[in-house]
């Protein structure tokens, strides 16, 4: 069974540019999620799909950054235009149900110069 | 609100000696509360969970962590560490909110297993 696979791997923009990171869960998971982790600190909670709805997304900083989930399958999140905070590892997971485990993708990092 | 507190940045131990990662939380009601791990280049890997029942949990690679209540922790251990445990824990807590559940993650200790 596949598991979480997130693109890119890691991203250099510079300030002003458009990114935007995709995320493919595991089959059937209904749920997904977007986390992002800056400089060493906590993996902080972005937002959270449960199939192709925004269930949750208290955690999105501003409204430079959007997240779809067209069809319920792969998400993408799209960060437009980019600013220096942004850098970090955006991670995305995914879950059969929203108490369970979380399964998690490589990260995509974000680098923003 | 939900918080998640890891208070050591990194914990170093001796191959063979037993190891305790701390993680204190604060929730609204009943936590649902996860350890994972991340090793180099990889995403996080569940290794434990308590909902109910038993305050000692197990779970993947020897691991085990204990629910105290009355202290708010779940502490990570292992009775005899292996170098191969070095790696990025994160303590997690779920609670059920407004938005439904979420899970909110802790700052992440580096164990770090010396041979």
């Known amino acids: 069974e596949a598991g979480v696979t997130q693109f890119p791997s890691h991203s250099v923009i510079e300030k002003g540019q458009t990114v935007t990171l995709r995320c493919d869960p595991i089959?059937?998971?209904?749920?997904l999620y977007w986390y992002r982790r800056v400089m060493g600190k906590e993996i902080k909670f972005l937002l959270h799909f449960v199939k192709e709805s925004k269930q949750d997304e208290s955690g999105m900083p501003n409204n430079r950054f959007l997240a779809e989930r067209t069809g319920g399958t792969y998400s993408t999140l799209k960060v437009q235009p980019a600013e220096l905070e942004d850098s970090g590892v955006y991670f995305c997971?995914?879950?059969?149900?929203?108490?369970?485990?979380?399964?998690f993708g490589e990260g995509s990092r974000l680098t923003v110069l | 609100a939900q918080s998640v507190a890891q208070p050591e940045d990194q914990v170093n131990v001796a191959e063979g000696n037993p190891l305790t990662v701390k993680c204190t939380y604060s929730v609204s009601g009943n936590p649902y509360l996860f350890w994972y791990v991340q090793y180099p280049n990889r995403g996080l890997q569940f290794l434990l969970k308590y909902i109910t029942g038993d305050n000692l949990v197990k779970g993947s690679y020897g691991f085990e962590a204990e629910f105290n209540k009355s202290q708010t922790s779940f502490h990570l251990k292992k009775p005899s560490a292996l170098v191969s445990d070095s790696a990025l824990y994160f303590c997690a807590v779920s609670d059920f909110g407004t938005g439904g559940f979420k899970t909110i993650f802790g700052a992440g200790t580096r164990l770090f297993v010396k041979a």
């Open positions: 089959s059937g998971h209904d749920n």
């Open positions: 997971a995914s879950s059969q149900v929203s108490t369970g485990e979380l399964f």
